[in-house]
């Protein structure tokens, strides 16, 4: 099915994905921050356990477990907002564009 502009009837419609990129953004904050927090959390638990092997890896244990739950944090987060942000796209928000004569609408049903 080919899409139309209801004002022009012009055919050259692009996406704006705005809920896609808003999500998306927020789910890399919210989960990056998430994933540090659990991270700092393990990371004190592997220095109690860690002690035997000195402070070198301690410390090396703590950093290495902040970064890598961080960056899992950020991009399952980043994912799921994109998910989330697309169902809005598509059920609630305008998300086609007109080329020609840049009016917003939704797909029709």
Do not use: Y
């Not at 899409?3 to 012009?10: D, L």
């Not at 402070?55 to 399952?76: D, E, N, Q, R, Y």
């Not at 989330?84 to 086609?96: E, K, M």
């Amino acid at each position: 099915m080919c899409i139309q502009c209801p004002q022009c009837g012009s055919t050259r419609i692009t996406t704006r994905d705005l809920g896609k990129k808003v999500g998306g953004a927020t789910g890399v904050i919210a989960g990056g921050v998430t994933g540090w927090t659990s991270a700092v959390t393990g990371a004190r638990v592997g220095m109690t356990v860690g002690l035997m092997g000195g402070p070198a890896v301690i410390a090396l244990g703590c950093v290495a477990g902040a970064l890598v739950g961080g960056l899992v944090g950020a991009a399952t987060g980043g994912v799921a907002g994109a998910k989330i942000g697309s169902v809005l796209d598509q059920r609630v928000l305008d998300n086609l564009e007109c080329v020609v004569c840049e009016h917003v609408f939704s797909a029709p049903e």
